[in-house]
C-alpha cells in the first residue's frame, strides 16, 4: 500500500500511512523503506527523510543497496549533498542511476563545477552514461558557459547513440544557445523529433539572455501557432525579453496576457521581471507603486531591484524609501545595506551612513564578493571583486582599461564608483 500511493503520486498518503503501520507495532522490510525514503524524496521531506535513515540503521538495513541508493537520491534531491555525498562513499560500485543522482544533485543545486568534477570520475569509472546523466552534464556546461565542455558532450551523445529527444535535445539546444552559439542552438532545436514547453522555453531563454529578444518573442508566437501552451516560465523568460530590449508596453502586454488567455497566475518572479522592466527604464516611481500593488509574497526581492534601479538612476528619494523597507524586513544580503549606505553617503547624511554599518555589523551580515568566470581554451577562468592576487591580474587591468575606453567611445558614461581604481 506504502509503494502503491508512491507510486501514483499520493505521497502524503504514503507517509500518513507508515506512521500507523509504525504506531501498530509492524516492522517494515526494506522494500517499504525505500518507498518511504522516495515519498520523502517527492515532498522534498529532508526532516523525516533523516528520520527513515535513522530507522534504517536500526532496523539493519542501513548499508543495504537499494536503501543506500534511495537515501543519496533523497538527500540530493532535498539539496543536503554532504549527507548524499556520504550515503554515495558507502557504495562499492555505484550504477549509472546512483551517479545521475549525486551528479544532478550537484547541479540543481548550483554547485556547476561539482557535478562535472563527479562526472569526470564517472568516466574514469568506465560507467557508461544515460540520457538523464548527459542532461544533467549540459546543464552545468550552460550555466558555466563551458562551450568546449558542452561540444565535447555533443561528441558522446552522438557515440552513445543517444536521439535528440527530450530531455538531451532540449539541453543540447540551451547548452549552444546560452554560451552564444545560437546557430548551433537553433539547429538542434528544429532537428528535434519533438518538442515540448521545456524545449521552447530554453530557446527562448537562450536567445533573449543573447541580446536576441526579438527573435525570442518571435518564436514565441510560433510555438503557439504549434499548439504548445505556454507555461509560468514562459512568461519570465518573454518578461525578461522585453527587460533586456527596454519594452515597458510589450512587457506590461505579456503579464496581462498570462493570466487572461492562459489563467496563469503571477509568481515572484513575473513580479520581480515587471519591476525590471520599469527600473530599466527610469520608470521608478510606478515600479515602487507596482511593488505595493502586488498580490504576491514577495519578501524582499522586489525592494532589492528597485534599490539597485534607484542607485543607478541616482534617484536617492525613492531609492533610501526602497532601502529602509529592506531594512525594516531585515535583509541578510549585504548589497542592500551597502547601496543603501552610499546613496546616503551621496546625500551626505553621514549620521545614516553610520547606522547603516551598525545594523548591517549588529545583524551579522558580511559582503561577499562579487564572483564571475569565464571559459577559455578549456579552462574555466575565475574573477573575484577586489581580487588583486590573480596571477594574471595586469593582463586583467589592462583589459578593463580597454574596455571602458571603448564604452566611453561609444557614448556610454560608467558610474566612477562602480569601477576600480587601476581602471582610470
Known amino acids: 500500500m506504502v509503494t502503491g500511493y508512491v507510486h501514483s503520486g499520493d505521497c502524503d498518503k504514503a507517509l500518513i500511512l507508515f506512521n500507523r503501520m509504525h504506531s501498530s507495532g509492524v516492522l517494515p522490510s526494506e522494500f ?9 524524496s517527492d515532498l522534498c ?32 534531491k532535498c539539496g543536503n549533498l554532504t549527507d548524499a555525498c556520504k550515503g554515495f562513499e558507502c557504495i562499492q560500485q555505484p550504477d549509472v542511476v546512483l551517479w545521475t543522482s549525486i551528479i544532478t544533485g550537484y547541479v540543481q543545486n548550483g554547485d556547476y563545477e561539482g557535478g562535472l568534477n563527479l562526472y569526470g570520475k564517472m568516466q574514469m569509472e568506465r560507467v557508461i552514461p544515460n540520457e538523464l546523466t548527459t542532461a544533467s552534464v549540459l546543464r552545468a556546461c550552460s550555466s558555466l558557459a563551458a562551450l568546449d565542455q558542452g561540444k565535447q558532450m555533443h561528441a558522446r551523445i552522438i557515440k552513445y547513440g543517444f536521439t535528440l529527444e527530450v530531455p538531451i535535445g532540449s539541453a543540447l539546444s540551451a547548452m549552444y544557445s546560452k554560451c552564444g552559439s545560437l546557430d548551433d542552438g537553433y539547429l538542434i532545436f528544429w532537428r528535434m523529433p519533438a518538442r515540448d514547453v521545456i524545449s521552447w522555453n530554453a530557446m527562448i531563454s537562450g536567445l533573449s539572455q543573447n541580446g536576441h529578444g526579438n527573435k525570442a518573442l518571435e518564436l514565441f508566437q510560433k510555438m503557439l501557432l504549434e499548439g504548445i501552451e505556454p507555461d509560468p516560465v514562459t512568461f519570465v523568460n518573454l518578461l525578461s525579453a522585453c527587460s533586456h530590449m527596454g519594452l515597458v508596453d510589450k512587457g506590461w502586454y505579456y503579464f496581462m496576457l498570462m493570466f487572461d488567455e492562459f489563467n496563469i497566475a503571477p509568481t515572484v518572479e513575473h513580479y520581480a521581471c515587471m519591476v525590471d522592466i520599469l527600473s530599466r527604464a527610469g520608470k521608478l516611481n510606478e515600479a515602487k507603486e507596482f511593488i505595493e500593488s502586488a498580490t504576491v509574497d514577495h519578501g524582499l526581492c522586489l525592494w532589492r531591484i528597485l534599490l539597485g534601479a534607484c542607485k543607478n538612476h541616482r534617484n536617492y528619494e525613492i531609492g533610501t524609501y526602497a532601502g529602509e523597507k529592506l531594512m525594516e524586513l531585515g535583509s541578510p544580503e549585504s548589497s542592500a545595506y551597502v547601496l543603501l549606505s552610499s546613496i546616503y553617503t551621496a546625500l551626505g547624511e553621514w549620521e545614516n551612513v553610520e547606522r547603516v554599518r551598525r545594523m548591517m555589523k549588529a545583524r551579522g551580515v558580511n559582503k561577499e564578493p562579487g564572483c564571475s568566470w569565464i571559459e577559455l581554451k578549456s579552462l574555466v577562468h575565475v574573477f573575484v571583486v577586489g581580487d588583486n592576487m590573480h596571477p594574471h591580474i595586469d593582463e586583467i587591468r589592462s583589459e578593463l582599461r580597454l574596455l571602458t575606453k571603448l564604452m566611453k567611445d561609444e557614448g556610454y558614461e560608467p558610474l566612477s564608483d562602480s569601477l576600480p581604481e587601476t581602471v582610470f
Do not use: I, P, W
Open 32 to 40: 517499504t523503506l525505500v518507498g518511504v525514503v522516495n515519498a520523502c
Open 45 to 76: 521531506a529532508v526532516v523525516e527523510g533523516k528520520q527513515m535513515h535513522g530507522f534504517a540503521f536500526k532496523l539493519g538495513f542501513g548499508l543495504q543497496l537499494y536503501v543506500l541508493s534511495a537515501l543519496v537520491d533523497m538527500y540530493a
